[in-house]
């Protein structure tokens, strides 16, 4: 099991490094919340802001979500778990960020908890991956010899249903939906500013919360994230209705792997699949 207080200790120390060397204007981390179930994002501009750093089991924010709210800062701080660093490199291969503008802290962790029910997500829903992909500095050893659980393991019940089943599944389950956009205020990949939802010229889809327009709205932004969802959960653990979104998610993301041998964000070298184009690639998308 991780040892968070050693990881926040690490934290800290290289957060102080970078901003009193000044190699970077602000670390983006966690700090507490209103209780310690629920530390909240941060960014840490001076010194003395790194004594508010926390990081602990509760810490499941995808903090590469922030990573564009300063587009001023030549260089930024991140800390990132396996899901926040499979994020960044998405974001590094659409060009929205500079791997050479970034340092990456890099969290190795395992016993990570959703605040809400207490259960361990590690295997639910952050792609089974423990290390970060890609990093700068480590703050903790390497996690060797955990049980592997395959992402899509949570997925054996979904696809027994038949395209009846999932239909009236997936209606029931949106029908639910206040339209909050919390879903896509947690993703780091919905960065795009108008979010098509948000247009009116032309107009998508009716903004209130009703099933056709909940329907529209969840099905573009399921396939807007096909072969980008780094498989975080933060989705489904913002949902304040408990919308299952991290299913629909992960179908995609198993087909898009099966069909194309990549899964989203785990190497710089890639490109997305549905931006890449190579003889060999599966044509079952097509059918």
Not at 5 to 31: C, D, F, R, W
Not at 61 to 89: E, G, H, Q, T, W
Not at 251 to 271: P, S
Not at 280 to 286: A, H, K, T, Y
């Amino acid at each position: 099991m991780t040892d968070f207080k050693q990881i926040e200790n690490n934290l800290k120390k290289e957060a102080k490094k970078l901003l009193e060397s000044a190699e970077v204007p602000v670390v983006l981390a966690y700090t507490r919340g209103y209780d310690e179930k629920h530390p909240m994002p941060f960014a840490a501009k001076s010194v003395a802001d790194v004594e508010k750093i926390v990081f602990n089991e509760y810490c499941n924010f995808n903090m590469a979500r922030y990573i564009m709210r300063f587009p001023d800062a030549a260089k930024i701080a991140i800390a990132a778990k396996a899901a926040d660093s499979r994020a960044l490199v998405v974001l590094i291969q659409e060009e929205k960020v500079r791997r050479e503008d970034l340092v990456i802290l890099g969290i190795p962790a395992s016993g990570m908890k959703d605040p809400k029910t207490d259960q361990l997500i590690d295997s639910r829903t952050t792609g089974g991956l423990y290390n970060p992909v890609e990093y700068d500095i480590l703050l903790g050893e390497e996690i060797r010899g955990q049980k592997t659980v395959s992402p899509y393991a949570v997925l054996a019940d979904y696809e027994a249903m038949d395209k009846e089943a999932r239909w009236a599944f997936w209606k029931g389950q949106l029908d639910k939906c206040i339209r909050c956009y919390a879903c896509r205020k947690a993703c780091p990949m919905c960065y795009c500013d108008p979010c098509f939802i948000d247009q009116n010229k032309p107009r998508w889809a009716d903004k209130a919360p009703q099933s056709p327009g909940n329907m529209m709205y969840h099905l573009t932004r399921f396939h807007h994230l096909a072969g980008r969802c780094i498989d975080c959960g933060e989705c489904s653990r913002a949902c304040p209705v408990g919308i299952p979104l991290y299913l629909f998610h992960k179908k995609v993301a198993k087909e898009c792997e099966e069909m194309f041998g990549q899964a989203a964000g785990m190497k710089l070298e890639d490109k997305p699949v549905l931006v890449d184009f190579r003889v060999e690639d599966s044509d079952q998308i097509l059918k």
